[in-house]
């Protein structure tokens, strides 16, 4: 799914946007996204998240060896720069490392996060994709769904593989509907001495009897999973 409207979906319903940097080096699709989400993005009063620990990759591939990756990153800075109000570059802390693992750090901030806000994380990486959205799997820590999503050479952000098996992945959480299957089996009673009969297989007559031999009488069973019960 890669739509406008999936687009401005994902951007109005999650509480926080977070991208990666498998997203922001996707330059050429970054720019025509910011020209297709500017207009919801500033309706909304939202801003796109770049944190810490993304901001010092791109820092690593300017002052990096790989001439094609130096350039992407400047294009990235350039692009946030000329966008400023559309970006929330979160601060650095002191005295933290030059170089912290992006992967890392993003899935520690989206698992703490999660309890108190909705999240998307944009990201072109399918390993971190997968992993962020497997957080939502944890059965120790309860909270709000974090969406993934990538982008695409259009600029729309698009659903991940492992989001499209929704219903596979995640648990369900709603217990299933119970369905009674009725089950009918005679029990064949002495109708001289009907007071023999087991006690496990109450029995009543019904209100219409109106007297006469009895031959047996019927147990509806009703079958649940785990539990069976027996009415007369």
């Not at 962020?132 to 120790?140: E, G, M, R, T």
């Not at 999503?149 to 698009?158: D, H, I, K, R, V």
């Not at 009543?204 to 006469?212: S, V």
């Amino acid at each position: 799914m890669h739509t406008t409207d999936y687009t401005n979906y994902l951007l109005e319903k999650n509480d926080e946007i977070i991208i990666d940097t498998s997203s922001l080096m996707e330059v050429d699709f970054m720019s025509i996204f910011i020209d297709r989400a500017e207009d919801t993005l500033t309706y909304l009063g939202k801003k796109i998240t770049v944190p810490a620990s993304v901001q010092r990759e791109l820092e690593n591939h300017i002052s990096g060896d790989n001439e094609e990756k130096k350039q992407k990153a400047i294009e990235v800075f350039r692009l946030m720069d000329n966008f400023y109000y559309l970006f929330n570059l979160d601060p650095k802390g002191i005295g933290e490392p030059e170089y912290i693992f992006a992967d890392t750090d993003l899935l520690a901030r989206l698992l703490l996060n999660k309890s108190d806000r909705t999240q998307l994380l944009i990201v072109n990486d399918r390993n971190l994709g997968k992993d962020a959205f497997h957080l939502n799997k944890q059965s120790s820590n309860y909270g709000k769904t974090i969406m993934v999503a990538f982008l695409n050479y259009n600029g729309y952000l698009c659903r991940c593989d492992c989001t499209k098996k929704v219903d596979e992945t995640i648990e369900v959480t709603e217990q299933p509907a119970i369905q009674y299957i009725e089950k009918e089996r005679i029990v064949y009673v002495d109708a001289d001495k009907p007071q023999k009969a087991k006690k496990k297989e109450l029995w009543k007559l019904p209100a219409t009897f109106a007297g006469g031999f009895i031959s047996g009488y019927i147990v509806k069973e009703y079958a649940v999973p785990f539990i069976k019960r027996a009415i007369a």
